[in-house]
């Protein structure tokens, strides 16, 4: 693959992109211009991703900016967001990847601030995630150390999601909008099980039982 | 009665359940895909219910799905809801239920993942509930055992919404309106008490006083 | 003072009081056909409210209703609200009350059904309320109970904000639009100080200050 | 520099100072008339406030009033907001500052009534607030108390917000829109650290490396 692409495949992408970030708004897991969406450009060594410190009323098609495997800028007018290089590094380890999303969403951040794992205890969140929601590492912006924590907390795990110890979300899937759905969802459950946590201790699912729900949901529900 | 009914009265129903799923998303009973709504065909041995895997943006009425009471697509271009089976099951055993709704709403899943019913500690509560709301075993997806579970719970219980372990909640209705009534209530009584119970014990209501006022609220108020 | 009025007037209370249920929603204070929003019209021994069991989109002007002091209906197409008797016998007694609100709205209700005042540790509280929230009596609809609890509870205290036990709040202003305000931070003070309350105790503010606060916003700000 | 400013100048920080009203009720910062935004008029002794008592629905360029640094109200047909003094005292004392912000938004103020400072444990809050957002004393309205508090407490501190006791949130910045970044990152964060709080104790990031994500925040990221 090469980190050209034809200007039709782009658009396409920088349309689901733009579009995907008002998933995010509606759904309430972004504030100001925090968070991001990407996406892998088919056929291509490229994705695209959401401009540095944006609005989200002004993510449109034409804001979104094309940035190679290693998060250099190849294509638009802003800065590439600054977790750039997190993505790239996704991209570049995890060819399974189309789309990956970041967020500070308030109920699974604040399980990533005490480092704590959600436990499965929802059939929803079997379904999904196949188990409990793993904690990555503290890692500070600036080089490989987010998608390194990322990748190989994921590489141990069924969840599409990781919560980074101190810091927030990272989701991934097979596109863009999968990852946009794991985002959605993680906040979801985060909340649930919380306020299930608060009055006493939510009842354990057999693992067993966890197994065949995730197995079911992915494979036969709207596959 | 039969497997068929006039297109004009199939056509209002659908027109009925796509407009009451909007019910869910403005009281933020779901998120994505996941929750349901259904009704009974008058005179037929029919009910609409929402397809499988499709946002709720999508959710016209052409997009709605028939089914006989056994679950079987009638009519349709895509796959039933997954909770299919369920609600067929509840058509089939309570002949007085026109109308059922299914969602992850948070509060009420949080009751369910500890497995405790919620005490009526409200009046709203005792006028829509007659009672606390009670939980209904823990069951796979894939065979009767969540229809049965609803079925055998709301049996024991003046209350229209069973707490599904683990899982969400199910309501029932004369109609499909009713039944999207009793989940909005269900998830604000379900939050209303959670909040109580954070701070201290909510006080009880006299088990007289509950009788009276769901016999008042379902006999004489707005009917 | 007498049971009629000029229709000029009434259409305008009608006007009044059909858009300020539209704060309710907006302020998240309803759910479903929950609240009523009342006022009296100027001149006359009348006042306006809510119809029972209406959808909050179908509240225009024309489907409010008109009755008199003993809460009989005297001009509309639909039943009063079943809270009429409350409005009824709070108007009888406090001649200086234009208007008033009636919701469960959720933090409120949660003080309301541990039977727990709210207390002044906010000084937005002290400008609106004047000290804490009190607690009226657990009273059963269908008589004068619940006016006399709101107006017994109300005459000990400078609080517009009542909450009454297991049930929910009642509030009242010189105009309606007073009384919803009042509705609208009796809901936000008692999120903000239960959200306090839960790590730990709000500090004091004492007596003299919540005098002086009370004193300052009654007689100087924006009147 | 003058009291007077070129009436497009003036017209231009109306626009602003109005637009960025809309960003509070957008992030649910404000309820009923609460909150207010204000703007240094950039070459004049001058700065455009919200008016007092006014609903957000009519906040439009033409509502806003213009002030000397004084609080004086130079230009406008309302009474500035009854926080005036405190803008105009931080204008007086901090020359650096363009726009500021207050609110009694719902985490924030809880943490502001025990009188507790929110612990740096989110790497938003490190690149952001550069530190825990510290508590201003209990202050009364009515002279330059609350100002003076303001301006002292962020003195000692990298944060441009400050926890005002008992009250609610200021916050400055360099611009209007900096300063309203920072009230809408001051609730998230609130928030979020808050819920993470609820069920145990977030952990600690190393004061090196709050002042390296600091550091890195405000000197590279975006600008």
Not at 49 to 57: E, H, L, N, R, T
Not at 206 to 217: M, Q
């Amino acid at each position: 693959m090469t980190a050209t692409a034809p200007a039709g495949v782009v658009d396409r992408v920088r349309d689901d992109v733009a579009a995907l970030h008002a998933e995010l708004v509606r759904y309430g897991l972004v504030v100001w211009t925090a968070g991001n969406v990407s996406a892998r450009v088919p056929g291509a060594d490229l994705f695209v991703i959401k401009p540095s410190g944006v609005s989200y009323d002004d993510l449109d098609a034409a804001a979104m900016v094309v940035c190679d495997l290693d998060g250099t800028l190849v294509d638009g007018t802003r800065s590439p967001s600054s977790d750039t290089a997190a993505h790239a590094y996704v991209y570049r380890h995890r060819p399974d990847v189309g789309g990956q999303v970041h967020t500070h969403s308030t109920y699974a951040s604040a399980w990533a601030a005490r480092g704590e794992a959600i436990p499965c205890v929802l059939t929803a969140m079997a379904d999904e995630f196949g188990g409990p929601i793993p904690v990555g590492p503290f890692a500070l912006i600036g080089d490989d150390s987010i998608g390194r924590g990322v990748v190989d907390t994921l590489g141990g795990s069924r969840s599409p999601a990781v919560l980074m110890r101190s810091h927030g979300v990272f989701t991934v899937g097979a596109t863009a909008r999968d990852a946009v759905k794991a985002a959605v969802m993680c906040e979801d459950v985060a909340r649930t099980v919380h306020i299930a946590r608060q009055l006493g201790e939510p009842l354990a699912i057999a693992a067993s039982d966890i197994d065949r729900l995730h197995d079911r949901y992915q494979n036969v529900y709207g596959r």
